[in-house]
């Protein structure tokens, strides 16, 4: 039972190229969510998908796009990468949507933008 | 609607306790509490619920007051194990969705 696993780890990109961050988990759960943490910012979600099927945006979802490829596999997509877009990115998964639910982290991809 | 944290970082001797709190202008149907060591992803705490419960974990507790919109989490006794940055999170009364606070970094020394 791996949890919530992201690749890549690390990623360098130059302003410009697009990459695609990849989440899966494996617990079954039914909603994923896309985070970014800056230093001082805390965890603001870039995107969410409640269940199967749908996605929505969250506070940050400006340069980004995602797809639920299936129950499992929750993905990031830069189009453009922007420097503004330095940041760590963590996926997440919950049973449910959040309320009253935990959500469980991955470890995060750690992501430069030149 | 962004919860605020207070202090934004505390450094301890080991074996003090500490409160971090987390506070709301909005009426709050939960708190949710992660703790983040460097480097690695937020872990999961404990979740408060409306109803002004108060949770355990270890030595680590916290409360929920409806009527202040606030939570507090305390650390009794804390080890150097506690060390890392302390997140609550926040779902507002008739929302879904869950918003971080910008953290408290915690540093305990031997």
């Given amino acids: 039972n791996a949890g919530v696993t992201q690749t890549p780890k690390f990623q360098v990109l130059k302003t410009?190229?697009?990459?695609?961050?990849?989440?899966?988990?494996?617990?079954?759960?039914?909603?994923m969510y896309w985070y970014r943490q800056d230093p001082g910012m805390g965890l603001r979600l870039i995107y969410y998908s409640a269940s199967e099927g749908t996605t929505d945006k969250g506070e940050v979802p400006n340069g980004y796009n995602v797809s639920r490829l299936n129950k499992r596999e929750f993905s990031l997509r830069l189009e453009s990468a922007a420097p503004s877009q330095t940041s760590v990115y963590f996926c997440a998964s919950s049973p449910l949507r959040d309320r009253s639910y935990e959500q469980y982290f991955g470890p995060g991809t750690r992501l430069t933008v030149t | 609607q962004q919860p605020v944290q207070s202090p934004q970082a505390v450094i301890l001797r080991e074996g003090e306790d500490a409160v971090i709190n987390c506070s709301s202008s909005k009426a709050l149907y939960s708190v949710h509490w992660y703790r983040q060591k460097h480097g690695e992803a937020p872990v999961f705490l404990m979740i408060l619920l409306k109803g002004g419960e108060q949770k355990g974990h270890e030595k680590i507790s916290a409360s929920f007051n409806e009527k202040k919109q606030q939570s507090s989490l305390y650390l009794t006794a804390s080890q150097l194990s506690y060390s890392g940055t302390y997140f609550c999170g926040t779902v507002l009364q008739g929302a879904q969705k869950l918003v971080f606070g910008q953290g408290t970094r915690l540093t305990i020394n031997p």
Avoid at chain 1, 18 to 29: G, I, K, P, R, V
């Fill in chain 1, 16 to 31: 410009g190229q697009s990459m695609t961050l990849q989440c899966a988990q494996d617990m079954n759960h039914n909603s």
